[in-house]
């Protein structure tokens, strides 16, 4: 049984279902992540962790315990808000003290353990300043502190960087991944921001539409995708219409159209993939290659990001133009390109 | 050149909302009988006056007891109120609202009128309670404006923080809720206290025979020889009002969020 483990748990707040039929499973101590658009169904999935909404069917568990008739402040959850939710008639140092009121510790122990929290999250000698006398990137550690300070069994994010500016968030993101390796709490962080959930996140949910569409570590949801609407939420990526024509034993070979015939690693195929079905061949733009024979096409539009540039490459029959990401400053004129087989990766065109 | 007429017209706007108010107690301090200028000496001794004058006493004790109950009344009406329209989303709030708000418009005289007749219907007597009664009806609508704005201004996301970190429902009301609606409160109590402490309309119809202050100073008008010393009284209203008004607007600002700065 996994630390956290929410099996079959729907909510529909009496419309069309905002979270449907979700299963998910948790290991202790780790960084999860649930990613999606807004309105795919995160947020409420994180409340109804917290005990704020009850789930209409299901069953959600925390380190082996039953969770459904918990209300919210018996739960062994503690919640960064959004908002941050600041007390703003309490110092900093009574904000984070709150939610110990009823350990009934020692005055020593209790301030103690505030100044440790309040280090912890580098806020030492701020414990007196005025909740409305804090800036965005300090209130989100105020936050955090007042969780963390009650040792929760799981911390629980909602967005906690989307207040904060660009270079901010760079920053807060490395102390969040920190911090979390320091405690050793499991986290479970809403975002929709996929470079936050990939650059974070032991493991990554992407959500849509009130379904987890697929659970994998970051590297595994970039390089192997299960579904269209996963690689095209992850980063940027081509696809290419297919006819899956053979599978072999270490092999696949399909009918791209365009590309020609390929042949691919079989492992390449999403999982149920049959022969002779239509499918969808998608590759990142890093891994498509300007060659001197292949695809002709012409450059049709260039953008020079320094380290690398993002090139669009139309050819003929094709309405959509090639992502390329390529180093150095881009070329202009005809090119050719080649797809390196072993990079191209077979998902249903189902969905 | 303009900015002078402006500066002027300003002062003259001023003079014309205050000057007869100050009237009141210039003349409460004049040592004669009559109202009349040139003013002919300082003494104390009208409100020296109003210290032995028991019915005076009586009628303010009335008015005393009557404006504390409508207060707290309408407060606590206007509470639940305000926080049902603001906390859940509601069929015909707006509606609600509205009718709620009516009574402000409805004259006053019509409003006594109405209620004097409807308590001869009912066959309930005029008492101090059907003054409450009435008080309440003009009352809530103001407790109501006032605790809105409080709870439009409330992050509820700062009750559920509360419950998340370790707080039932009945300490988040003490801890979270009550210290940032503690302001709008009391400035709704101070405000409805004044509004039913100074009505006279209503009080008039529903009293019976009972005086409440303004009621006993109408009274009193009938017999020039007191009218100062109902001035000195009208003095004292005066300054209790306006010091009670300036009070609970300067707490209903309290704790009110500054923008913050680099957020």
């Known amino acids: 049984m996994s630390f956290l483990s929410i099996s079959q748990v729907s909510k529909s707040f009496g ?12 290991q202790r101590g780790e960084f999860f992540s649930l990613l999606g658009p807004s309105g795919c169904g995160k947020t409420t999935l994180l409340r109804m962790i917290a005990g704020f909404e ?26 960064v808000f959004q908002s941050y939710a600041i007390f703003p008639h309490l110092n900093v140092f009574d904000n ?10 020692p ?65 807060m993101q490395l102390e969040l991944r920190a911090l979390q390796r320091q405690v050793g709490i499991t986290f479970v962080l809403v975002t929709h921001d996929q470079e936050e959930a990939l650059s974070l996140s032991d493991r990554v949910a992407v959500m849509e539409g009130g379904r987890i569409l697929q659970v994998a570590s970051p590297r595994d949801l970039y390089e192997r995708p299960s579904s269209r609407a996963v690689a095209d939420f992850i980063g940027e990526i081509n696809f290419f219409h297919a006819t899956v024509r053979e599978i072999g034993g270490e092999t696949a070979t399909v009918n791209a159209g365009l590309l020609g015939i390929v042949t691919l690693p079989r492992a390449n195929l999403a999982a149920g993939i049959k022969t002779g079905d239509h499918i969808l061949l998608a590759i990142r733009p890093e891994h498509v290659r300007f060659a001197s024979d292949g695809v002709a096409g012409d450059i049709a539009a260039a953008t020079f990001l320094g380290e690398r540039s993002h090139i669009h490459v139309s050819i003929a029959g094709r309405s959509d133009p090639i992502s390329i990401s390529a180093s150095g400053a881009p070329a202009t004129g005809p090119v050719h390109l080649a797809f390196p087989p072993e990079k191209l990766m077979g998902l249903p065109a189902g969905d | 050149m303009k900015n002078r007429a402006l500066f002027s017209y300003a002062l003259a706007y001023l003079a014309f909302l205050y000057v007869p108010v100050l009237v009141l107690p210039v003349f409460s301090f004049n040592n004669s009988e009559f109202i009349a200028f040139p003013l002919s000496g300082f003494t104390t001794r009208w409100y020296g006056a109003l210290a032995g004058d028991t019915a005076m006493q009586h009628a303010l004790g009335n008015s005393l007891k009557v404006g504390l109950v409508t207060a707290l009344l ?28 009516l ?45 809105i704005a ?27 809720t009550l210290p940032l609606m ?37 009274g009193q008008l009938r017999f020039p020889e007191r009218l100062p010393m109902v001035l000195a009284l009208g003095a004292i209203i005066l300054t209790a009002s306006v010091g009670l008004v300036v009070l609970a607007e300067y707490i209903r600002n309290l704790g009110v969020k500054k923008p913050m700065v680099g957020a």
């Open chain 1, 54 to 79: 009850p789930p209409e069917s299901g069953a959600i568990a925390i380190d082996g315990e039953a969770m459904n008739h918990v209300p919210p402040h018996l739960r062994p959850t503690n919640m």
């Open chain 2, 150 to 176: 409080r709870f439009e201004g409330f992050d509820r996301n700062l009750e559920e923080a509360s419950a998340d970190l370790g707080e039932d429902g009945w300490m988040t009301f003490w801890r979270v």
């Open chain 2, 74 to 101: 309408s407060t606590l009406l206007g509470l639940t109120a305000a926080k049902a329209v603001t906390h859940y989303r509601l069929r015909g709030a707006g509606a609600a609202l509205g009718f709620i708000s």
């Open chain 1, 96 to 105: 984070i003290a709150y939610g110990l009121r009823k350990l009934k510790l």
């Open chain 1, 15 to 26: 419309g069309p279902p905002v979270v449907d039929r979700v299963d998910l499973e948790v």
């Open chain 1, 107 to 171: 005055k020593q122990t209790l301030r103690a353990r505030v100044e440790a929290m309040l280090a912890t999250v580098r806020l030492e000698g701020l414990g007196t300043r005025a909740a409305d006398q804090l800036s965005g990137g300090q209130r989100q550690r105020v936050a955090l502190a007042r969780a963390l300070v009650r040792e929760p069994k799981i911390l629980l994010l909602d967005e906690p960087l989307g207040a904060l500016d660009k270079r901010l968030r760079e920053t």
């Open chain 2, 103 to 147: 009574p402000l418009f409805i004259p006053d005289i019509v409003l006594g009128i109405s209620l004097l007749l409807l308590l001869g219907a009912s066959g309930l007597p005029l008492s101090l309670a059907a003054v409450v009664l009435g008080h309440m009806l003009v009352c809530v609508p103001f407790a109501l404006t006032v605790l």
């Open chain 2, 182 to 218: 503690l302001p709008g409160i009391v400035a709704s109590l101070l405000l409805t206290f004044i509004t039913s402490f100074d009505e006279f309309l209503v009080a008039y119809f529903l009293s019976g025979t009972e005086a409440t202050l303004p009621i006993y100073i109408w």
